[in-house]
């Protein structure tokens, strides 16, 4: 352990910065632990795959969606995006196209949404809620219209095409399970954070989030930036259109609504902050797996799907809570006390007879490390004792002050209310 | 601009026994910080008493504990011949105090007899329904006793800044006020504005109400205040009639170090430097019309002029980030297309905007990006960002500015507006723009931190870089300035060269073009 003066900067630097990005992961293990405990079979290799399998389409959208929020923005059409596309490309392979084209139209359908959004968010200066908005009912519309209003089935396994599966998931011959899709959602998410943390475009994605005005006057160009962001989104759910495909074989017209939303709570249960310019690949990815948990653990524990949705809720609105509690805890100005003081520098000695203690050690001398050892416990508990006494006496001493200033203010709003102060009128003069 | 203790005369006489409020050994810490250290304030009945000192002096701060936003941790506020322990600003405000803060807490959208009114409301129908009709005439008595030519149905966001903070004083009147504290409350208006200000202070003096006026312009406080206390590092230095203490002796107070606020003698600029921004013809908008100058190699030309004379609105048209309507700009003989800031940019041009929250900084981005914000583009390695050197460049301007930051890491918004702006200005240099429009480089920052960006300015056209300095502060202009053009409704009305300017010939240009608009209409 590290002596007590590094132990008090670093649990506070912990809790301004680093809390920050412990606490979805934490949530996460303390959850999958949680059912693993009470739920039935839940440490199990097949539930393992079930829940990377629940997590890929909403994690590519997700993953999306984070950029967009990150500038400030919002895309309500990711969801429906990503079926229509899914579903036009299966069209598209009903009517002869080759797997491979296919495959890639989808993404470009994807891509082709996205563009619209940006453009109109972008160039025409729309609220992003009111065009995603249109754009969510357009692409279930135009999924519907392609495809004539019937579902496209992908093809199975080991059929021509089947191979495609694989991608997300690869069956050995025995007939196991390997969640190849992970592989596929960590390089996507790998590209994501470079993109956001390495690239030009990520630091603009930011910068345009944080002040969008600023960025402009610094000469970014805004519009571009602001245009791919919404491209970036519609690829992504392009690519959760293939997983879709892959996952469920059958894609149904008009689909998708709803899933836009879980997007957005993954990211929101990740730190992005819907006000723009906070938020990151990870805790998104987090946010998914959170969700994921949840949607395999709670029917492990016979409790149906449907508790997912609310728990879901539950964890939105106590993620966003939480962050705003540790906000404001880290701008909150910590007071500094004598009993602060006092501990302050008694751990300064503590950490003197510390570096005793090892000289001593490294010169052998048991019997001088003995002793050192004995006066850091004595130090040590004479600081504990001293320091909550101090504080209990500070304590009650601003309570007694808060008392008498009550008091004090009583008698003055009594006399007050028999002078009536005013400004308006002509102060009565002697 | 008539000014001396004159009009205050007649409070001279009533000093004693008319105390309203004594602020006794007042002392605050904040980690790291001892922000107030045994302070003692007094104000009396009618009194104007102006508060000083450079940011983080500790003025603020006192002001929070006595109207309650920051709780003290030792001493005692008498107010009224009784202790008083204000637990909020609402708390406070209900006691008779008032608070006047820098940014206006307004709403826009509401009329300006709303927004006085807010709250508290008249109604009628036992309380159900609104009585608009009486809650106007309520709100056009207000004004009209305290002198203010408003109309009580207009909507805020349509009324100047002046007016606007005229309507906050109002509001707090309207209070039955006994101290109204008011914090820069003349950083954003026009020099009639200022004087409607104080003309409607002085009103209120007399009519019994203590004020505190915290301020950064000194040359206010002899025309205004009858005391003048000055903090330095939390603690009081000293309090003093103002008719017995200089403005360079307050300087001196709150520095502790003497700075000279001397005009420019004469030109630094070379007499053949070549010309580097020539402007002819610039329209844009309702403020900028057929504008034309020329920006030498070396040179600062300051731009004076009134609040809304198109100053402004001028460099955000030669940057780019409005749209014109018509004229050329040329920089070192070759005519550029400017259509986007990010043209301006490419061409050489910066921008410090005179909101450096609102069109400077991404406040909840970190020193190292606002520094590199434009500048990005430049420290690309194939496709990804040149971490190292954007970090090796950013650290390389916060020791050469000396902008005091614990880290490149560091957050904008725990920076204080000093440093915040030599941020701003780091961003322009990274970028090493020719060119740089500096709109109210000073603004809000403090005497130390003002004073840097001089020398730095100063070091900058030294090295060839060419500076347009906006401000409103005519010391300001005339000290850094060396040439002066001034900008009267749109057009630029005159031409000085530093030697032969002066504050009355600014003055005199910068009103000139009230009058030709009036003699024409």
Redesign the interface.
């Known amino acids: 352990m590290a002596n007590d003066t590094q132990e008090i900067g670093s649990m506070q630097r912990f809790l301004e910065r680093g809390l920050k990005w412990v606490l979805a992961p934490a949530a996460l293990v303390i959850l999958y632990v949680f059912f693993g405990i009470f739920g039935r079979n839940y440490f199990s290799y097949p539930t393992l795959v079930n829940i990377i399998d629940a997590a890929y389409y909403i994690g590519f959208i997700s993953m999306g969606v984070t950029f967009v929020i990150i500038t400030g923005g919002i895309d309500l059409s990711v969801g429906t995006v990503m079926m229509a596309s899914a579903i036009i490309g299966g069209t598209a392979l009903k009517h002869g196209f080759p797997m491979v084209p296919s495959l890639l139209l989808i993404i470009v359908v994807g891509g082709a949404f996205g563009l619209f959004n940006g453009i109109f968010v972008s160039r025409l200066k729309m609220p992003p809620f009111i065009v995603t908005l249109g754009t969510m009912m357009i692409s279930m519309g135009v999924g519907s219209i392609v495809s004539n209003v019937s579902s496209a089935t992908f093809p199975i396994r080991h059929t021509p095409g089947g191979w495609f599966k694989s991608i997300f998931l690869y069956l050995t011959p025995a007939g196991v399970g390997v969640p190849t899709g992970a592989i596929l959602l960590i390089l996507v998410a790998v590209i994501c954070h ?1 993109t956001l943390s ?3 475009m990520g ?2 994605t ?2 345009i989030g ?2 969008m ?9 805004v519009r571009k930036w602001q245009m791919l962001v919404y491209v970036i989104a519609g690829l992504t759910a392009g690519i959760g259109g293939i997983s879709y495909a892959a996952i469920y074989t059958t894609v149904l017209p008009a689909q998708g609504q709803g899933f836009e939303l879980y997007a957005i709570a993954a990211a929101v249960i990740g730190g992005t902050s819907l006000a723009g ?2 938020g990151t690949i990870w805790g998104t990815i987090i946010g998914v797996f959170i969700m994921s948990v949840l949607a395999t653990g709670l029917p492990s524990m016979n409790l149906e799907a449907h508790y997912q949705t609310f728990f879901t809720g539950v964890i939105v609105i106590g993620a966003v809570l939480l962050d705003m509690y540790r906000n404001r805890k880290a701008a909150e ?4 006390t004598p009993a602060d003081a006092y501990r302050a520098s008694m751990a300064k000695n503590i950490a003197a007879l510390r570096q005793e203690l090892s000289s001593r050690a490294a010169a052998r001398d048991a019997q001088g490390a003995a002793e050192a050892r004995k006066r850091i416990a004595a130090a040590r508990m004479e600081m504990r004792s001293t320091f909550a006494k101090m504080k209990k006496e500070e304590k009650a001493e601003q309570s007694r002050i808060r008392a008498e ?1 009550r008091a ?2 009583h ?2 709003a009594e ?2 209310g028999r ?6 009128k ?2 009565e003069r ?1 | 601009m008539a000014d001396g203790p004159g009009v205050v005369e007649d409070l001279g006489g009533m000093k004693v ?1 008319r105390q309203i409020l004594s602020m006794r050994r007042i002392d605050k ?4 910080v001892h922000a107030l250290r045994q302070v003692d304030f007094d104000l009396d ?2 009194e104007i008493h102006a508060l000083v000192g450079e940011n983080g002096a500790g003025k603020s701060t006192l002001m929070k504990v006595f109207v309650g936003i920051t709780p003290k ?1 030792s001493g005692e506020i008498h ?2 011949g ?4 204000p637990r909020d600003p609402k708390h406070a405000l209900e ?2 105090i008032g608070i006047i803060h820098q940014e206006l807490n307004m709403m826009d959208h509401l009329t300006v007899a709303q927004n006085i009114f807010i709250g508290r409301e008249s109604t009628k129908a036992g309380g159900i329904l609104l009585d608009k009709r009486e809650q106007a005439r309520r709100a056009e008595e207000l004004l009209r ?1 305290l002198n203010m030519n408003i109309d009580p149905e207009e909507p805020l966001g349509r009324l100047t800044v002046g007016k606007q903070q005229m309507v906050e004083i109002a509001k707090a ?2 209070h ?3 101290i ?1 504290i008011l914090d820069e409350p003349t950083a954003a208006l026009t020099d009639a504005e200022i004087d409607e200000l104080f003309a409607i202070m002085r009103d ?1 003096a007399a ?3 203590g004020m505190i006026h915290i301020s950064h312009r000194l040359d206010e406080i002899h025309r205004i205040a009858d005391r003048v206390t000055v903090m330095r590092d939390g603690e009081r230095v000293d309090t003093k009639p103002t008719s017995e203490v200089t403005k360079q002796q307050i300087i001196n107070m709150m520095v502790g170090r003497v700075i000279y606020e001397q005009p420019k003698s004469k030109s630094n600029v070379a007499a053949g430097a070549p010309v580097v921004l020539r402007v002819s013809r610039l329209n844009a908008g309702k403020l900028v019309r057929d504008v034309s100058f020329d920006l030498r190699e070396g040179e600062i030309l300051g731009m004076a002029g009134l609040m809304g004379s198109g100053r402004t609105e001028t460099a955000r048209a030669i ?1 780019g ?1 409005d749209e014109v309507q018509g004229g050329a700009i040329e920089i070192r003989g070759r005519r550029v297309a400017i259509s ?3 043209d ?3 061409n050489g041009i910066g ?1 410090l ?1 005179e909101d450096r929250k ?8 970190s020193v190292k ?1 606002n520094m ?3 500048t ?2 430049r420290f ?1 390695r194939g ?3 040149h ?1 190292k050197k954007v970090g090796q460049v950013s650290d390389d301007y916060v020791h050469k500015l000396n902008i005091r930051t614990p880290s490149l890491e560091q957050l904008l918004r725990n920076l204080s507006g000093g440093n915040q702006q030599k941020v701003v200005i780091a ?1 322009w240099l990274i ?1 090493n723009c020719e060119i740089l429009i500096f709109d109210e480089p000073t603004r809000g920052i403090d005497v130390g931190a003002k004073s840097e960006i001089y020398t730095l300015m100063n070091e900058l056209t030294k090295e060839g870089k060419s500076i347009i300095m906006i401000s409103s502060e005519l010391p300001e202009i005339l000290r850094m300035s060396d040439r002066i053009i001034v900008m009267c409704e749109g057009r630029l009305t005159g031409e000085l060269p530093i030697e032969k300017a002066s504050q009355e010939a600014i003055m005199g240009y910068a009103t000139m073009g009230h009058q030709a608009v009036l003699s024409r209409s």
Do not use: C, W
């Not at chain 2, 609102?358 to 981005?365: D, K, M, W």
């Open positions: 470079i390495n690239t030009k630091r603009y930011y910068a944080s002040n005005e600023a960025a402009r006057l610094s000469g970014v160009d310019g906070v100005v910590r007071i500094e200033e004090a203010e008698k003055f006399a007050l002078k009536e102060p005013s400004g308006q002509e102060p002697p | 026994d810490r904040f980690t790291g009945e009618g941790d107010y009224l009784h202790q008083f322990n006691m008779g006793r009147v309207s039955s006020l006994r109204l209120l009519k019994g109400v940057f980030a986007s800031p990010e301006a940019v490419a921008y905007s609102r069109f400077g900084l991404a406040v909840n981005l990006d590199a914000m434009a990005y583009d690309e496709l990804f960002i971490a961003k970028r």
